[in-house]
């Protein structure tokens, strides 16, 4: 069974920076997008960024970004060790959210846009206040 765990969640002021990172088992396919999304009290839920690959480990096709976080996330993955992170610099309060990462094929596409995925982690909460 295939399954993905968020960690690097926390509280910070606005203008800092968090690492969230994305541990998987049981993934073995070598084609695949990865993501990232988010959810607020109240609102639904939102793609951040996007990974894709065709190369297995060592090897990226691509990344997206949501517009509202371009220049601010960096999303990678480490193949080595089956890692997907997210770094997060200048964070605003409205960042605030359950940051959830997903895993699926390439069939439909790999984008922030993308709303289904086949595994998804449980999340992990990030909060900007003062």
């Known amino acids: 069974q295939v399954q993905l765990m968020e960690s690097g969640g926390g509280s910070v002021q606005p203008g800092g920076s968090l690492t969230l990172s994305c541990a998987t088992s049981?993934?073995?396919?070598?084609?695949?997008?990865m993501g990232w999304f988010r959810q607020a009290p109240g609102k639904e839920r939102e793609g951040v960024a996007t990974?894709?690959?065709?190369?297995?480990?060592?090897?990226?096709?691509?990344?997206s970004y949501a517009d509202s976080v371009v220049g601010r996330f960096t999303i990678a993955r480490d193949g080595a060790k089956n890692i997907l992170s997210l770094q997060l610099h200048n964070l605003r309060p409205d960042d605030t959210a359950m940051y959830y990462c997903a895993a699926g094929g390439l069939r439909g596409g790999c984008s922030p846009r993308r709303r289904s995925f086949a595994y998804w982690g449980l999340g992990t909460q990030v909060t900007v206040s003062s």
């Open positions: 049981n993934y073995t396919a070598d084609r695949f997008c």
């Open positions: 990974l894709s690959t065709f190369g297995g480990t060592s090897a990226a096709f691509g990344t």
